[in-house]
C-alpha cells in the first residue's frame, strides 16, 4: 500500500489552474529559482533575486544580502531534531509535551516525532536500522496500549488522549481525546510507514502496525451526529460541545477522515466545514482568513497543496499554498505597522501563532496599560496580540515566502534567540514585558514539543519536498484529498 519515493527533488513550481501564469520568486538563501502561483488577488509579490551577497526586495530596491545560509539551516535543523532524540521515553517512544520537568507527552509531538525519521535517515544523521527499530517500538506501544471507555486508558475508539503519562502512556490528568492531536498522529504513522518500505521483517511490520492504526481510528463517531468533527471527548462528560468550523489546522483531520477504508466520515462533512470559511482582504490581499500562523501550516507539513484545489478555492483561483503565502505576507506587513506600538515590531521580527506568553498580568509600560497573556492563540491583524513572537511559527512558514523569511531567521540569530544551542530558537519571546538582565525581554524557558516538528519539517519541505513526496504515494491521503473533491496538480 505504500509507494517508493524515487524523487525527493525540490520543486515548487506550482502552476494556477485558473491562469495558467506562473510568477518567479528566487530561493534567496541559494540563488535558486522556484516558481509559485500566480492567482488572482488584489496582491502577488513581486521578483526577488540574489546575486553576489545582495539581493532584490519586495520593492525592488537591491539590498544586502542579510538571509541565513544552508549550513545555518542545517544547523538549525539538526538543534530542533535534537528534542525529538533526548527528550523521549525510550521504552513507548512518547515524547515529552515540552521541557518543563514532570511534563506529559503530547500526542501531537509524537506524530511530529515519527514524521522527522524519514529526514533522519534520507539525511543520514542515524542509520536507517536503528531508526526503523526506534519507529517499531513506539508502533507496538500505540497499538498494544489499553485502549477503552475506561478513564485512565490511551486512547478509545482509534483516537488518543491529547496527553499522556511519560511512563506508563496512560491518559494525562483529565485531558481530552482529541481528534486533530489524533490526525497529526496518524498523519505521522502514515509519513514514517511510507517511508520505511524495504523487504525487511521490521519494516513489514511497521507498515502492518501503521495500517491498524489508522483503519482502527472511528472517525464517523467523532461526528457525534452532527456534520462536522467534534473536537473531542473525554469518559467524563462526553462529546466536547465544540466542533471544526472556520477555517483552522482541521484541514488535516478531515483529509484523514474522508480517506479512512474503514470509518470514513460522508463527503458532506467537508463542504459542511468550509461553508464556514471567511474570505477577507487585509492590507490588499485576499485569502482565506486565519488569525493564528499555525493554522496557515500545520496542514501543509504532510500535505503538498501547491496546485490542486478544491470547490473552495477553484471558485477563488488560488490554491491553499499560496493562501499560505499570503497569509505570511499580512503577518509581517501587521508587525510593520505594528498598530499597537509593541517592541521589536518590524519587518525582519514577526510572527504570531499559538503559543506561550509571560502569563496573563498587567503592566504599564510606558505609560501603556499592557494586558500580557499565557498561552493563547495569538493572531494578525485581529488579535489577540500581547507582542509575544514565535520565531518557530516564522520558520514553518519557509517554504511560501522564503524571501521574507530566511532575512528574519537569520535576524532572531543576531538577537541570540538559540538557533543553533540545544533544541534551537527559544519557544517565544516579549521584548514588551521587560526582564531585568534579558535584551529580549520575556524569553519562553521552555521548549514544546508541537513547536519543534514544523521547523524541522518546514526546512525539509523546502529543501527536498520529502514529506510532501511521500505523502503523495500515501493512497489514504490521495483517498481523502479526492473524496474532499480536490482536483488537478499533482492529483490529476
Not at 516558481?35 to 539590498?63: E, K, M, N, Y
Not at 525519521?117 to 531508526?131: G, S, Y
Request: net charge neutral.
Amino acid at each position: 500500500m505504500y509507494g517508493r519515493v524515487r524523487d525527493a527533488g525540490r520543486d515548487v513550481r506550482c502552476k494556477s489552474v485558473a491562469t495558467g501564469l506562473y510568477s518567479a520568486c528566487d530561493d534567496v538563501a541559494f540563488g535558486r529559482t522556484s516558481r509559485h502561483a500566480t492567482c488572482s488577488g488584489r496582491r502577488t509579490v513581486p521578483l526577488c533575486t540574489i546575486r553576489d551577497g545582495f539581493r532584490r526586495d519586495q520593492t525592488g530596491a537591491i539590498v544586502k544580502n542579510d538571509c541565513c545560509n544552508e549550513e545555518e539551516l542545517n544547523g538549525l535543523q539538526w538543534a530542533s531534531l535534537e528534542y525529538y532524540i533526548r527528550e523521549l521515553n525510550y521504552r513507548n517512544g512518547l515524547i515529552a509535551d515540552k521541557t518543563q520537568p514532570g511534563a506529559p507527552a503530547s500526542i501531537a509531538a509524537v506524530g511530529m516525532a515519527m514524521a522527522t525519521l524519514p529526514i533522519l535517515a534520507a539525511r543520514e544523521h542515524l542509520p536507517r536500522r536503528l531508526l526503523a527499530r526506534r519507529l517499531l517500538s513506539r508502533l507496538r506501544f500505540l497499538w498494544q496500549s489499553p485502549h477503552g471507555p475506561d478513564p485512565d486508558a490511551t486512547g478509545y475508539r482509534g483516537f488518543f488522549y491529547h496527553f499522556l503519562d511519560m511512563e506508563t502512556g496512560r491518559r494525562a490528568g483529565r485531558c481530552e481525546l482529541s481528534t486533530v492531536d489524533t490526525a497529526f498522529l496518524m498523519a505521522g504513522v502514515l509519513a514514517a510507514a511510507t517511508y520505511f518500505d524495504q523487504d525487511t521483517e521490521d519494516e513489514h511490520e511497521i507498515r502492518t502496525l501503521a495500517e491498524s492504526l489508522y483503519r482502527r481510528v472511528d472517525w464517523r463517531w467523532a461526528l457525534n451526529g452532527g456534520a462536522t468533527l467534534t473536537h473531542g471527548w473525554t469518559p467524563e462528560t462526553g462529546f466536547l460541545p465544540y466542533r471544526w468550523e472556520g477555517y483552522d489546522e482541521s484541514l488535516l483531520l478531515y483529509v484523514l477522515a474522508l480517506g479512512s477504508p474503514t470509518c470514513p466520515v460522508p463527503e458532506e462533512s467537508y463542504p459542511a466545514w468550509t461553508s464556514t470559511y471567511r474570505w477577507r482582504e487585509v492590507y490588499g490581499y485576499e485569502y482565506l482568513y486565519a488569525g493564528p500562523l499555525f493554522i496557515h501550516q500545520m496542514s501543509h507539513l504532510w500535505i503538498d497543496f501547491r496546485g490542486i484545489q478544491d470547490a473552495f478555492m477553484c471558485e477563488r483561483k488560488i490554491d491553499y499554498f499560496e493562501n499560505s503565502r499570503r497569509a505570511t505576507f499580512v503577518h509581517q506587513q501587521y508587525a510593520i505597522r505594528n498598530p499597537l506600538q509593541f517592541e521589536g515590531y518590524g519587518e525582519r521580527c514577526w510572527g504570531l501563532t499559538a503559543s506561550d506568553g509571560p502569563g496573563w498580568v498587567v503592566r504599564t509600560v510606558k505609560g501603556v496599560e499592557r494586558r500580557f497573556f499565557d498561552y493563547t492563540a495569538r493572531g494578525a491583524p485581529d488579535g489577540p496580540d500581547d507582542g509575544t513572537l514565535a520565531p518557530w511559527a516564522v520558520v514553518a512558514s519557509l517554504p511560501f515566502a522564503p524571501e521574507i523569511v530566511l532575512p528574519t531567521i537569520k535576524r532572531f540569530d543576531e538577537m541570540d534567540l538559540g538557533m543553533i544551542e540545544p533544541y534551537g530558537f527559544k519557544a517565544t519571546f516579549n521584548p514588551t514585558f521587560t526582564v531585568e538582565g534579558s535584551d529580549h525581554g520575556w524569553v519562553s524557558p521552555w521548549h514544546i514539543g508541537v513547536d519543534q516538528g514544523p521547523i524541522i519539517i518546514a526546512i525539509e519541505n523546502y529543501r527536498t519536498g520529502l514529506l510532501w513526496q511521500l505523502m503523495r504515494r500515501c493512497p489514504y491521503i490521495v483517498a481523502g484529498l479526492r473524496r474532499a473533491g480536490f482536483t488537478n496538480g499533482w492529483l490529476s
